[in-house]
């Protein structure tokens, strides 16, 4: 079973910058597809960035230029470095983790909270 555990979220100013990282519990990012998804009050969760084992990133249309995914084999952790923060930017980020789908493998972090307003 795979944990995931998020952290770096907090309260920033619109046009500020925070660094969330996700700590997997062992190396996965060989197979896995990792990425972040958020989900704001009243709204669907949605997907904001994936990164593949190979580097190959996907962005949502609302971050592109302003968010970047990454990731540290070395440490079992993916990132995602988020500037120009807008309040519309304020949600709930979970990490994710997915497998190849022969094996129909999910696996989710609990979230941490970002809030942007001044």
């Known amino acids: 079973q795979v944990q995931l555990v998020e952290s770096g979220g907090g309260l920033v100013q619109p046009g500020g910058s925070l660094r969330l990282s996700c700590a997997a519990s062992?190396?996965?990012?060989?197979?896995?597809?990792m990425g972040w998804y958020r989900q704001a009050p009243g709204k669907q969760r949605e997907l904001v960035a994936n990164?593949?084992?190979?580097?190959?990133?996907n962005y949502a249309d609302s971050v592109k230029g302003r968010f970047t995914i990454s990731r540290d084999n070395a440490k079992n952790t993916v990132y995602l470095q988020m500037n120009s923060l807008k309040p519309e930017d304020t949600a709930v980020y979970y990490c994710?983790?997915?497998?190849?789908?022969?094996?129909?493998?999910?696996?989710w972090g609990k979230g941490t909270l970002v809030t942007v307003s001044s």
């Open positions: 062992e190396n996965i990012f060989s197979l896995y597809v």
């Open positions: 994710n983790a997915r497998s190849p789908p022969i094996y129909g493998m999910d696996f």
């Open positions: 990164i593949t084992s190979g580097d190959s990133t």
